[in-house]
């Protein structure tokens, strides 16, 4: 306990509550409240309504939610196989090789997205490789953004696991895929499903890399939102942005139930 | 479940194959190199490549001499040191207050700071628009107040706009490491100290800070590679009036078209990014290096 009178302790917590309040939850119900919005030019909106959400539920923005969710679903499974792949192969590399491979998979967490954009565009607007205009070249990107995060999770798991399960089925005779399909998956599953859980979130607010890419069949959510709060429907946009934090949520709710599930077993 | 499984196994040994264990590691490498080293190498080439054809630094010179370019590092960088300024200050306090002033609600809110994470970063930029747009709340409550018309707060589509939502989306990245080193934090120490009569000021000063200093560097120089790199809230908040390096990028090569000019300064942003997260690197390896000379004594 660092302040021990009440006076100092009431002192802390309001200034405390002071900051973090305007600053974290206020951002959540000015979006929620203005999804419900019918005009706001007051300090509250002088009416409420549910056409944004109706607007939200069919035509281009149901598309645009459709695509989204294709996107990161593929994009977190590519990326959590990559990722956890080379963080269970780095731990018995070398130390050098292991350095290396560190290195190259966080190195995306560096680099602006929208320069990764920008280097999948120049890549694969020319032969070998032709991928622009397509919807595969925004799941790479998607795919590209998010490894890092797979990977660093994964890896910090990996390092945490007591190696005598693993060495006891070994001198037990068991072959290393069987090492790695019965003993290292089952024990990392709840890391790789909070990878899985946070992969899909990333990947489903991701903007930038997006904006360089999308071709006009694939147009993602946060996209959609950006167009309409560009062109002045800022009540549709928070809408959508609502729509897209729900259905983030939901999907990271069921990853962490899946996880629950995975530890009891 | 798996020693069942193991004990069903045959004792015999068995030969095993003389593989590499380093081996495995070349399909992952070689997907990211694929995806992600290609790509930024051609980058790198494209920045030497003039339209016209050949290879020559004219691009470099052409863009670092133009004044659009200059203006937009200067805002990258000012507004991204001073967010991430703001990010360890705040970061510092809350965290603080969290993990030694505990009050009912602070964990759960410590948690939902957690889930910011997860959010897209754009959403705190137009939550920022509700708030302190021109016909937002803020300046609703403030004509309701004082009468006057016109917009008293118009600071949204500035750079202290982007620097506000900035400051907002990333101090939990700042908050995390610190509630992970205040938990490491001996409770005794504090207590010590305390009762020795020190203040509180005094014991956040000599005990807690000195603790907490490599992952304050680090979630700092995290924060300020991401504050660099940051793109979506500058579309949203400041897309007019202010030009950071990423949204320079993007208009060179997609509002343009032209692709050397937006390479020069998408490796001026890379150098700039892949240097200080070097130093973040750095951090993390020194805060790894202490937590292990602490476990030993």
Same mark, same amino acid.
């Given at each position: 306990?660092?302040?021990?009178?009440?006076a100092?302790r009431a002192?802390a917590?309001?200034?405390?509550?002071?900051?973090?309040?305007?600053?974290?939850?206020? /951002?959540?119900?000015?979006?929620l409240?203005?999804?419900?919005?019918q005009?706001?030019?007051?300090? *509250?909106p002088? =009416?409420?309504?549910?056409?944004?959400?109706?607007?939200?539920a069919?035509?281009?923005?149901?598309?645009?939610?459709f695509?989204?969710?294709?996107?990161?679903?593929?994009a977190?499974?590519?990326?959590?196989?990559?990722?956890?792949w080379?963080?269970?192969?780095?731990?018995?590399?070398?130390?050098?090789l #292991?350095?290396?491979?560190?290195?190259?998979?966080?190195?995306?967490?560096a680099v602006?997205s929208?320069?990764?954009?920008?280097?999948?565009?120049?890549?694969?607007?020319?032969?070998?490789v032709?991928?622009?205009?397509?919807?595969?070249?925004v799941?790479?990107a998607?795919?590209?953004?998010?490894?890092?995060?797979?990977?660093?999770?994964?890896?910090?798991?990996?390092?945490?696991?007591?190696p005598?399960?693993e060495?006891a =089925?070994?001198?037990?005779?068991?072959? /290393?895929?069987r090492?790695?399909?019965?003993?290292?998956?089952?024990?990392?599953? /709840?890391?790789l499903?909070?990878?899985?859980?946070?992969?899909?979130?990333l990947?489903?607010?991701?903007?930038?890399?997006?904006?360089?890419?999308?071709?006009?069949?694939?147009?993602?959510? /946060?996209?959609?939102?950006?167009?309409?709060?560009?062109?002045g429907?800022?009540?549709?946009?928070?809408?959508?942005?609502?729509?897209?934090?729900?259905s983030?949520?939901?999907? *990271?709710?069921?990853?962490?139930?899946?996880?629950?599930?995975?530890?009891? #077993? | 479940m798996?020693?069942?499984?193991?004990g069903?196994?045959?004792?015999?040994?068995?030969r095993?194959?003389?593989?590499?264990?380093?081996?495995?590691?070349?399909?992952?490498?070689?997907?990211?190199?694929f995806?992600?080293?290609y790509?930024?190498a051609?980058?790198?080439?494209?920045?030497?490549?003039p339209?016209?054809?050949?290879?020559?630094?004219?691009?470099?010179?052409?863009?670092?001499?133009?004044?659009?370019?200059?203006?937009?590092?200067?805002?990258t960088?000012?507004?991204?040191?001073?967010?991430?300024?703001?990010?360890?200050?705040?970061?510092?306090?809350l965290?603080?207050?969290?993990?030694?002033?505990?009050?009912?609600g602070a964990?759960?809110?410590?948690?939902?700071?957690d889930?910011?994470?997860?959010?897209?970063s754009?959403?705190i930029?137009?939550?920022?628009v509700?708030?302190?747009?021109?016909?937002?709340?803020?300046?609703?409550?403030?004509?309701?107040?004082?009468?006057?018309?016109?917009?008293?707060?118009?600071?949204?589509?500035?750079?202290?706009?982007?620097l506000?939502?900035?400051?907002?989306?990333?101090?939990?990245?700042?908050m995390?490491?610190l509630?992970?080193?205040?938990?490491?934090?001996?409770?005794a120490?504090?207590?010590?100290?305390?009762?020795?009569?020190?203040?509180?000021?005094?014991?956040?000063?000599?005990?807690?800070?000195?603790?907490a200093?490599?992952?304050?560097?680090?979630?700092g120089?995290?924060?300020l590679?991401?504050?660099?790199?940051?793109?979506g809230?500058?579309?949203?908040?400041g897309?007019?009036?202010?030009?950071?390096?990423?949204?320079l990028?993007?208009?060179?090569?997609?509002?343009?078209s032209?692709?050397?000019?937006a390479c020069?300064i998408?490796?001026?942003?890379?150098?700039?990014?892949?240097?200080?997260?070097?130093?973040?690197?750095?951090c993390l390896?020194?805060?790894?290096?202490?937590?292990?000379?602490?476990?030993?004594?």
């Amino acid at each position: 306990m660092l302040v021990h009178s009440r006076a100092a302790r009431a002192l802390a917590c309001g200034a405390f509550l002071l900051l973090a309040v305007p600053l974290f939850a206020l /951002p959540f119900l000015t979006v929620l409240t203005a999804s419900f919005a019918q005009g706001w030019s007051g300090v *509250l909106p002088s =009416a409420f309504t549910t056409a944004h959400y109706a607007a939200a539920a069919h035509g281009e923005s149901r598309d645009a939610l459709f695509t989204s969710l294709a996107t990161a679903a593929i994009a977190s499974a590519a990326a959590l196989t990559v990722g956890s792949w080379a963080a269970l192969a780095a731990r018995n590399a070398g130390p050098r090789l #292991r350095r290396l491979t560190d290195g190259l998979f966080m190195l995306p967490l560096a680099v602006p997205s929208v320069v990764v954009g920008l280097g999948l565009l120049v890549a694969f607007s020319r032969p070998p490789v032709l991928l622009n205009g397509t919807s595969t070249i925004v799941i790479l990107a998607h795919t590209v953004q998010v490894t890092a995060f797979a990977y660093q999770s994964v890896a910090a798991a990996a390092t945490r696991l007591h190696p005598a399960l693993e060495q006891a =089925a070994t001198g037990l005779g068991a072959r /290393p895929a069987r090492v790695l399909w019965r003993i290292t998956v089952p024990l990392l599953l /709840p890391s790789l499903n909070a990878a899985l859980g946070l992969c899909f979130a990333l990947s489903m607010g991701e903007l930038s890399v997006t904006m360089m890419l999308y071709p006009p069949g694939w147009l993602p959510l /946060p996209v959609r939102i950006f167009a309409a709060t560009d062109r002045g429907a800022v009540f549709t946009g928070a809408a959508l942005a609502v729509v897209l934090l729900a259905s983030t949520l939901v999907v *990271l709710i069921g990853c962490s139930r899946l996880r629950t599930r995975a530890l009891y #077993r | 479940m798996a020693s069942a499984a193991l004990g069903a196994m045959p004792t015999r040994p068995r030969r095993t194959r003389v593989l590499r264990p380093g081996v495995w590691i070349l399909p992952p490498l070689a997907a990211l190199g694929f995806a992600f080293l290609y790509p930024l190498a051609l980058v790198a080439l494209q920045s030497f490549s003039p339209d016209d054809g050949g290879h020559s630094v004219e691009p470099w010179r052409q863009v670092l001499a133009s004044a659009a370019f200059r203006n937009a590092l200067w805002n990258t960088v000012w507004i991204a040191s001073g967010a991430t300024a703001g990010c360890v200050v705040l970061g510092f306090f809350l965290a603080l207050v969290i993990a030694f002033v505990p009050f009912p609600g602070a964990r759960a809110l410590g948690r939902f700071i957690d889930t910011f994470l997860a959010f897209p970063s754009f959403l705190i930029a137009l939550a920022l628009v509700f708030i302190y747009g021109s016909a937002g709340m803020a300046n609703s409550l403030l004509t309701g107040l004082t009468g006057s018309h016109g917009t008293p707060i118009a600071f949204l589509a500035t750079p202290w706009g982007v620097l506000l939502a900035e400051v907002t989306y990333f101090t939990p990245f700042v908050m995390r490491p610190l509630l992970a080193a205040f938990s490491q934090v001996e409770t005794a120490q504090i207590e010590t100290a305390s009762s020795l009569g020190a203040r509180p000021w005094r014991i956040v000063h000599q005990v807690i800070l000195p603790e907490a200093l490599p992952s304050l560097a680090a979630g700092g120089s995290l924060a300020l590679v991401m504050c660099l790199n940051e793109f979506g809230i500058v579309l949203f908040t400041g897309a007019k009036g202010v030009t950071t390096l990423p949204t320079l990028v993007y208009s060179r090569a997609i509002l343009q078209s032209d692709y050397p000019a937006a390479c020069v300064i998408a490796m001026v942003n890379v150098l700039l990014s892949v240097a200080l997260y070097g130093v973040y690197r750095l951090c993390l390896r020194g805060r790894h290096r202490r937590g292990g000379s602490r476990a030993g004594a």
